[in-house]
């Protein structure tokens, strides 16, 4: 509030605080103008006359400041010319004195409403973003949920797989272990290690598709026979694509009977055209597979498992694959101790 009279100014500041508002008054206009710059200040209520310059100065002074402050100008006589310059710089109230203090009240509400209702905009944009934050944290959970306990089924299911066969029950889990333990011999990124993982668990869910006499024969199998127990990759694929975020996992299982020769199945890809993913879950797999007792064989010992995997590098399985793999913290001790194996032969691609 800026008026020369004291009583004016004093008038004015006390019946604005008695309604609520922070108010303080100046009497000079060079007052006004350094403390206009040191705070901020929603509305200037000056006289059109002061002391030491013009209220509407003031208010021309002020339009170029980045948030413009509202006017109103207060005026003990009519000068025609300074109420029209007002005006056009955009002057919200003129009163005239003398005024009564309740029209005072309504004209200072008036000329802080769009304020008002910026600041209501403002925050209720700010109450919608932080509502559709949350609302996506919460789709996010939801999928993310989803997800994990679709993915609990599927691990229930890998674990039906493996315990339809006894000499497998920890056939997925130790893929699993092997596989994550071998992409991070590979220094592959952490979200490769998990996806490895998870393959490694699921990478034979599709032999749910795979009639039990058929899967559990202990005898050698007949071509059709064997031709259902190729068509596994492509049913695990068939069930894990569907989910979100399962492209690379989908992609290894599928290829995890290839080989870098070219002769595996289901897709007979060779070298780099198979996934890393899937040529890691072949070395895995074959590891497993052979230490462990199958009903028509018994578990070959480490030493042979490690000679047919460094034999068949190259030519069933990567190299580089193979050579990470031996140097697995379970495997590296086999490898040391082991009579056959230098080390598997030069890159398969
Ligand atoms: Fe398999």
Not at 44 to 61: H, R
Not at 168 to 178: E, G, K
Request: glycine share 6%.
């Amino acid at each position: 509030v800026v008026d020369d009279e004291p009583l004016v100014c004093n008038l004015i500041v006390d019946t604005l605080r008695n309604a609520g508002f922070a108010a303080e008054g100046a009497r000079k206009l060079h007052e006004v103008q350094a403390r206009l710059a040191a705070a901020d200040f929603d509305l200037v209520i000056t006289d059109l006359k002061l002391p030491d310059g013009s209220g509407v100065d003031l208010l021309a002074a002020c339009q170029d400041r980045a948030s413009r402050i509202p006017f109103v100008l207060i005026s003990g006589f009519a000068d025609t010319d300074e109420v029209i310059r007002a005006l056009n710089l955009g002057a919200r109230a003129l009163l005239e004195k003398p005024f009564d203090i309740q029209r005072l009240l309504e004209v200072v509400e008036q000329a802080l409403a769009p304020q008002r209702c910026e600041r209501v905009e403002a925050a209720f944009r700010r109450h919608q973003a932080a509502m559709n934050r949350e609302l996506r944290q919460c789709v996010a959970d939801a999928v993310a949920e989803n997800q994990r306990l679709f993915l609990g089924s599927l691990a229930a299911l890998a674990k039906a797989i493996d315990a339809r066969d006894p000499y497998t029950q920890q056939h997925s889990a130790s893929v699993a272990r092997l596989a994550r333990d071998t992409a991070a011999q590979l220094a592959l990124p952490e979200d490769d290690i998990q996806v490895a993982e998870m393959a490694g668990s699921l990478h034979d869910i599709g032999k749910l598709a795979v009639p039990e006499g058929v899967l559990l024969k202990p005898g050698r199998l007949t071509d059709a026979e064997f031709a259902q127990i190729k068509l596994h990759p492509a049913k695990s694929r068939e069930i894990l694509l569907p989910l979100p975020g399962m492209e690379a996992c989908a992609a290894a299982v599928y290829a995890h009977h290839e080989r870098v020769d070219g002769t595996g199945y289901p897709q007979g890809l060779a070298g780099e055209r198979i996934p890393l993913l899937g040529r890691i879950l072949s070395v895995c797999d074959a590891w497993d597979a052979m230490t462990t007792h199958r009903p028509y064989r018994r578990a070959l010992s480490a030493d042979r498992a490690l000679a047919i995997l460094h034999g068949d590098a190259g030519t069933q399985f990567d190299p580089a694959v193979v050579q990470a793999f031996f140097r697995l913290s379970s495997i590296a001790p086999l490898a040391a101790a082991s009579s056959v194996l230098p080390c598997p032969r030069g890159p398969s691609s």
